[in-house]
């Protein structure tokens, strides 16, 4: 049977733990999840290393790594279920996932959260997160304990790669630090985009506002709620509750808690009520914030170790340098000797110095005088001027 092309792998779970996979294609899939059709591009193969975690109207893209989903307020749609690395993520929703856990919205009736619970005071809080948040805490998790184990197994194996080229300089011990460098590069790349997909979301409450899909599905269900007032914008009005979020944050403050993020007043007299997720992907944040710290200081060792292997190359080759200009002074003074000793050494007739014995000896000692001097002379100018290692 010949595949349609574009047909997908997917797997729904809903709150219950009931799940199915299907097969469908783009159109198919945006009949049942209420996203733009340029989301689902983020989620192909193009940009597979790229993160992105996108809130829409009803729904919540994620594309962190291998873990690409489409989180609503009541379920989840996972892309290739059966890849190797996805399935540590849909274990921890099945296992969390249960039957106890029941929709936070089931036929337009409150089940988890009551009336009272939606004030979102310090003192009033919902001790359950909201499903979407449920799902991204275990994507998050699964994405970010992966990029916490290929950290340190980067770890493990650049320290003896380094050693050993520190030990000796060999084509083996340099092919592994090239490994390692490349291997430091591309890991480096993706935890930094994740840590700024994380920092990003951080530096937006409105964003993050967004991503309060039971919160905007609830508040459509209940328009008349009277202690929750939420706009369009899913912004959360100073009414009766500002006071108590006033002395909440005053009092945050003064304990040193307060994040550089948490439900950040506004000037037109509005509060973001994002406190429940800001903790989530603060917590997260600072894990691949970790991560990227250790990268740092392993190409910090890489730098220092690349560093004392050219300070060793370049003293071997002053070494070399050394042992060519003692051996050039050595060949110049041998070839002087050789030319005076040469010179007498002709057979040239009627000449005194030529038939004389005489001449022997004194001939060799200046001859050996002489290239001696000639080295002296080459090897005490090379120390004069500093090139020789003392």
Known sequence: MIRKVGIRTWMRFDATGNSEIFECDKNDLL???????????????????????LARENAMVVNLEFVKAIITAEEVYILDPSNRDVKPFIEQLSMKLL???ALLIDSGV?????????????????????????????????????????????????????????????????ELVRMVKTRLTHLSARVQKVRDE?????????????????????????????????????MVTMSSTAPRTLARLSSMRSHGHTSRLSSTLHSSGRVYEVEELEMLL?????????????????REYIDDTEDYVNVRLDHQRNQLFQFQI????????????????????????????????DWLAPTL?????????????IVGYVHWKGLFEK
């Open 110 to 174: 409150l089940n988890t959260y009551s009336t009272e619970q939606l004030c979102t005071t310090e003192d009033e809080l919902p001790e359950q997160l909201p499903f979407e948040f449920q799902v991204l805490e275990i994507a998050l998790d699964v994405v970010c304990n992966h990029l916490e184990a290929n950290v340190h197994d980067l770890e493990r194996t650049a320290r003896p790669a380094l050693d050993m080229l520190t030990r000796g300089i060999s084509t083996r011990s340099l």
């Open 365 to 377: 000692c200046s001859s050996m005088f002489t290239a001696f001097s000639i080295f002296v002379s």
């Open 282 to 298: 603060e917590a997260y944040f600072m894990q691949v914030d970790a991560g990227l710290n250790k990268l740092s200081l392993v």
């Open 198 to 234: 994380l920092m990003q979301l951080l530096d937006d409450d409105e964003d993050m506002s967004d991503l309060y899909l039971t919160r905007k599905l609830l508040q459509a269900q209940h328009p008349d709620s009277p202690l929750l007032t939420i706009n369009s914008d899913a």
């Open 326 to 357: 003692t051996l050039g002074a050595t060949a110049l003074s041998v070839a002087a000797a050789m030319s005076i000793v040469g010179v007498f050494g002709m057979n040239i007739h009627n000449t005194d110095p030529f038939h004389n014995p």
């Open 31 to 53: 009949k049942r999840v209420t996203v733009p059709a340029r989301d689902l591009r983020i989620m192909g193969p193009i940009f597979s290393q790229s993160s992105h975690i």
């Open 99 to 101: 039957p106890q856990n």
